[in-house]
Structures are given as C-alpha cells and as structure tokens.
C-alpha cells in the first residue's frame, strides 16, 4: 500500500494536474502567493520611480521597431487591470490582507509616478499608437476599483490622467478590438464627470455587436480569426463598457448588457471546457504569451457572481487553479528579477509576436480577478470539483454540451 501511494504521487507530480481538494484555504492562499509575487517587483520599482531603471526588457526576436518604452505601460496597466478586485478588498492583518496592503500603497504611488513629467517613470503616453491599448487597460482598473485606486489619488494625479487620456484622440483605432480600447477611456471619462467623445464610445459598441458571429464568440474585425482575443479583449471590455452606460442611463439599455453577460457566460462554458484533466488547454492563434488571460471571461464572471448554473464555484476554482499550478510549475516563467520572461509556459520567446515584449505579458494577471472576492465567499470556500474534462476523461458523468442562442442587440 505504501508503494502505491508513493507511486501516486509521483505520477501526480509528474502529470502537473491539480487534483480537486477540500482544503480551499490552500487555492487561495497559491493565488495570491502567485499574485503577489508577480505584482511586487513592479509596484515596489514603479512607486520608487524605479522601474524604468530595473526592470530589464526582454524584446520579441520579431519585434516591429516601435519605442520600446511603451513596455512599461504595458506591464503596469495589464498588471493593474488583473489585480484591482483583489486590491479593493478592505485591510486585515492575515498575511494576505498585509501583502494586499503593501500592493495598493504602492501602486497609488505608482500611479502617480505614471502621469508625472518629473518622474523616471512617467510612461510613454504620447508617441506611437500602443499606448491607447495599455491607457485602456489603466482606465479600466480604476472602473473595477474606483474607491480604492482611482477616489484616493490627489487633484493633480487625477487632472494629469485626465490629460493623457484626452489626448489619446490622436491615435485612429484599426477596425478591430481597438476600437474598445477607445471606448473604454472614453468611458472612464464619462465616469470620472470628464468630458467623454460618445461617438468613441457608441460606435465601437455598435461594431462589436455587427461582429457577434454566434454561439458566444465575436470576430475580430470583418474576417473571423480562431484565437483568444475575445477573452484578451472583447468579451470584458465589452461588458465594462455596457454596464457603465447602463449604470449611468445612457444609449445602452440594460437588456443589451444582460444580452452580453450571457454571450460571455457561454465563453466561459467553453473557456472551462478547454481545460484537461491535466490543467493544460489548447495553444491556438496569437499573443499566447499572455497566458492565463486566456481564462479572463471565466474569471471575471466568478468575481462577478455571474457564473452559469452549468458551472459551480468549487469546480471553477478546481479547474482555474488546475491550469496556473500546471502553467507555472514549470522553471523559466520569471527571469532572475522576478519579471516575466516571453513565453507561454515557461521561457519561449520564440512564440512572441513582433509586438510583444515581457510587459505585455503581464495580461496573465487577469486570471486572478476572483481574488476581488473575499476569503470567506462560496467561490473560495465551496468544496472543489473535478471540471468537465476530468470528469469525462474519467468515465464519470458529465453534462452535455449545446449551443446557446443569444437574441440580438438593440441600440
């Protein structure tokens, strides 16, 4: 008997899988162990002004020629993007609520330091057309945690933000997911009672809607392309976008919000489905070097208390923490600094795209957006389950898959 628990475990091990477990302290806990580790050497270096200096840039073998600067943007609007649910949860003395703590004085400071002509580490906000992507993931922390990173910051800071974020009118989106990075600004404009293009805003809503293709998916752009930029992207953003606007009574009604929840719970079915009972799932399409931002829509229906009834939270859980165990156990993730290295599960910069660079890589923090839910929440507490691929891969019973229907939008 010995032997075979021994043998077990070994074969465990070396399957990467993460059985489901009882023990949900210990999900979280690997959660925001994992957080923390990614986001410290950035916030520390960046509220120091700092991070221009420190964090050593690794570039794509292909990369386009564009500034490189532009990789400091990047890294610190996708972090905060990931991380603000979890940084908006209130102060405890748990070792959790003090790295939490340590994470959002630093990046108030970091914010500040971003906007800041002064600083080193004033970001590359007016040159070349990426920084409407990275201002777009920036703007959108502050609409997943007003109270906490964006009421705090003092007149100057926030006059400054204001500032950049307007003169992001100078970059002519492509027809494509980008035209959600400027609505997304314009939004948080809106929401921050600046002035606010709506046509930005109206038009890329409207667009994105002529793209739904059906069974929970968009294209991007006229032409469909089979990657995972309806989670990168498309799928939260639109939803962010629509749900202000519903909130604030504008052209949205809320009809066409709850419309778009229910596309993005059909991701999510399919999203869960992807994974295998070893924790991995499919590499298809571009910028897989964002790893688990491939899991974006599940993991914002979780923080959202939106999850279909086809998906319990124990197995959402179980599934989630299956795939970021397997993806980081493996040795090359993070270079000697603590920053992630190009790759998708472990150092591969061969699979980078001409744009990419090791701050686009910080989209994986999107994965940790149930960490906006307290400890004591079902989703954390809920026993874990084995996910659909586990169950079916074991012969136990699982439920059948069917497309879903989705009536259209109406502006």
């Excluded at 270096?45 to 400091?72: C, F, I, T």
């Excluded at 929401?191 to 606010?196: H, I, L």
């Excluded at 795939?323 to 980078?352: C, D, K, T, W």
């Excluded at 996910?387 to 009536?407: C, I, L, M, R, V």
Aim: charged letters at 20%; one cysteine or more.
């Amino acid at each position: 008997m010995k032997q075979l628990l021994v043998l077990i475990t070994v074969l465990t091990a070396f399957s990467g899988a993460a059985p489901a477990q009882n023990d949900s302290s210990a999900d979280r806990k690997y959660w925001t162990d994992l957080a923390y580790k990614m986001a410290e050497p950035v916030l520390r270096n960046m509220s120091r002004g700092e991070l221009a200096k420190n964090m050593q840039l690794e570039l794509s073998p292909a990369w386009d020629g564009r500034d490189s600067r532009v990789a400091y943007l990047e890294c610190f609007g996708r972090l905060m993007d990931g991380i603000a649910p979890w940084l908006s949860l209130p102060d405890d003395n748990t070792t959790e609520g003090k790295q939490r703590k340590q994470l959002r004085e630093w990046a108030l400071k970091a914010y500040a330091n971003a906007v800041n002509p002064d600083s080193p580490d004033y970001l590359l906000w007016r040159k070349e057309g990426q920084p409407l992507v990275d201002a777009a993931f920036l703007a959108n922390s502050f609409l997943r945690a007003p109270k906490q990173l964006w009421e705090p910051l003092d007149e100057t800071t926030k006059k400054r933000y204001i500032e950049e974020f307007t003169q992001l009118r100078r970059i002519d989106p492509p027809y494509s997911n980008w035209l959600l990075f400027s609505a997304t600004v314009e939004t948080f404009l809106m929401t921050a009672g600046a002035g606010y293009d709506q046509y930005r805003i109206h038009s890329a809503i409207r667009k994105i809607e002529e793209w739904y293709v059906g069974d929970g998916w968009y294209s991007d752009g006229a032409d469909f392309h089979f990657d995972y930029y309806n989670s990168f992207v498309i799928q939260p953003m639109f939803v962010q976008v629509l749900y202000e606007l519903a909130q604030a009574k504008k052209i949205v009604r809320t009809g066409n919000y709850e419309t778009a929840v229910k596309r993005m719970q059909r991701m999510g079915i399919i999203l869960e489905r992807f994974i295998s009972p070893e924790g991995t799932f499919p590499v298809f399409g571009r910028s897989m070097t964002y790893r688990l931002g491939v899991f974006q829509p599940l993991a914002m229906l979780a923080w959202q208390e939106q999850l279909p009834k086809e998906l319990p939270e124990g197995q959402v859980r179980a599934a989630l923490t299956a795939a970021m165990r397997r993806m980081f156990s493996v040795e090359g993730n993070f270079n000697f600094a603590g920053y992630l290295q190009l790759g998708f599960a472990g150092h591969q910069p061969g699979i980078a795209d001409s744009y990419t660079n090791n701050g686009s890589l910080y989209l994986t923090s999107e994965v940790f957006l149930p960490l906006g839910l307290p400890a004591g929440h079902s989703f954390w507490t809920s026993p874990a389950q084995d996910w659909t691929e586990k169950k079916a891969w074991s012969g136990a019973d699982f439920p059948k898959d069917h497309a879903a229907g989705s009536p259209k939008m109406n502006f």
